[in-house]
Structures are given as structure tokens and as C-alpha cells.
């Protein structure tokens, strides 16, 4: 014997700590593997960011469908007028007896109306419709001169040519056409007013507005006797 302890930190032949008594064991890591979690917990995992993904795409995709499928005509584009103000002024004032639609498909609506006409000079109504199949209608009234080049029916019908006759409710009307604006026009001539019916409307629905044509009485002026 050399006199000398041996010393704590001796180690074993294949490098390890000793186990023996005055030496201290070094610990080791058991080998990383997968982590296995709770159902609850993976549900948590995938509502996050990959689930808010996938949502947002569903969304997208749903407001695309409502787009494509939604219809793009919008009927409250088009102004709906008010006539009956100026019907009552022309049969106040018009010497003429006043002819106005009634009856109309529920399809039509009016879109437009303008009364003209000042003293002792011809009276004028223009009333304009949006038809059952979205063309245009419209009808045009009037006791000033109908004939002739620049008078009524020519300025009317755009100047558009003859284009036969139509038999409608007992009425002979006079049809003309304008090709290149694609404008039908119902010609007839009552006693004292003349009637024009145009438009981009078909002659078929010019026919419906003027078999809706109907006199209309005069405002009464006289008083109303006491009894």
C-alpha cells in the first residue's frame, strides 16, 4: 500500500459512474417519443388557427354561392310615378274627352308622367310605362295639330313609317315603325284628341295599353243641393 485513498470519482471500466459506496450516480434521459394527448385536448389543438382557417374558406365559398345565384334585376331601380295628380288636372282643363288606362297587368307600372299646356293652347299628357316584359310603353295625348311634318304624330313615332293596321276593341289604329330605334307606335285619331301608344314595347303589348283606354268623367263643378 502506497498510503494513498482512492479517489471519489472513479469511474467503471466502460465509462460510467461507479455504484460503488462514496461515489454519486449521474442521471440519465429516457429516449424523446411521441407524446400521446387526451381527446378533449386534440380538440383544442385543432379549433385553433387550422379550424379558423378552414371556416373563413367555407364563408368565402357560401357568400360566392349567394352572389352567383342571387337574381340582378332590381325593380326598385326603376322610379314608380304617381299619375293620379295629373289626371285630375287634364280632365279639370282639357277640352277633349280624356282617355287613361285602367285595368293594367299587375306586370305594368307607371314610370313617368308629365301634363303640358297653358292657356288657350293645345293640352298635353305624356304617361310612361315599364311593361310586363321590361320594355318601354308609353302613352302620348294631345289636342294640337296631329299632322303634317313636326306636328304631333310625327314627332310621336320618330317619324315612323306605316306599318299596317291593328283591330283593337272595336278600334281601327294605324301602326308605324321606326327600325333603327326599335319604336312600335298605335296611332288613332279621336274626335278632338289624338292618341299615339309607343315604344320599345312589342305591337302585342302596345295592344294591351290601348285596350285599357277608358273615358274619364269631367270633375263636377256644380254645388251639392242641401236637403
Do not use: C
Amino acid at each position: 500500500m502506497d498510503g494513498r485513498e482512492p479517489a471519489d470519482d472513479a469511474t467503471a471500466p466502460d465509462g460510467s459512474a461507479a455504484d460503488g459506496p462514496g461515489t454519486t450516480a449521474t442521471a440519465t434521459r429516457p429516449p424523446e417519443g411521441p407524446y400521446v394527448v387526451s381527446p378533449s385536448v386534440y380538440k383544442r389543438l385543432m379549433s385553433g388557427l387550422p379550424g379558423f382557417t378552414m371556416a373563413m374558406l367555407a364563408s368565402l365559398a357560401l357568400v360566392g354561392l349567394v352572389i352567383l345565384i342571387t337574381p340582378r334585376h332590381n325593380e326598385s331601380a326603376t322610379p314608380h310615378a304617381d299619375y293620379s295628380s295629373d289626371l285630375a288636372g287634364l280632365t279639370a282643363v282639357a277640352p277633349y274627352q280624356v282617355l287613361a288606362p285602367q285595368g293594367l297587368p299587375p306586370q305594368w307600372f307607371p314610370t313617368s308622367t308629365r301634363l303640358s299646356g297653358r292657356g288657350q293652347g293645345p293640352i298635353s299628357w305624356h304617361l310612361g310605362f315599364s311593361t310586363a316584359s321590361k320594355e318601354f310603353a308609353a302613352l302620348e295625348e294631345s289636342n294640337e295639330t296631329p299632322d303634317g311634318a313636326g306636328h304631333f304624330i310625327d314627332r310621336m313615332t320618330s317619324q315612323g313609317h306605316p306599318d299596317g293596321t291593328a283591330q283593337i276593341a272595336g278600334v281601327t289604329w294605324d301602326r308605324t315603325f321606326r327600325p333603327d330605334k326599335k319604336q312600335r307606335s298605335l296611332v288613332h285619331r279621336f274626335p278632338g284628341v289624338t292618341i299615339v301608344l309607343t315604344g320599345t314595347a312589342s305591337y302585342d303589348e302596345l295592344g294591351v295599353l290601348a285596350a285599357s283606354l277608358k273615358p274619364q268623367p269631367k270633375p263636377s263643378s256644380a254645388a251639392t243641393p242641401v236637403g
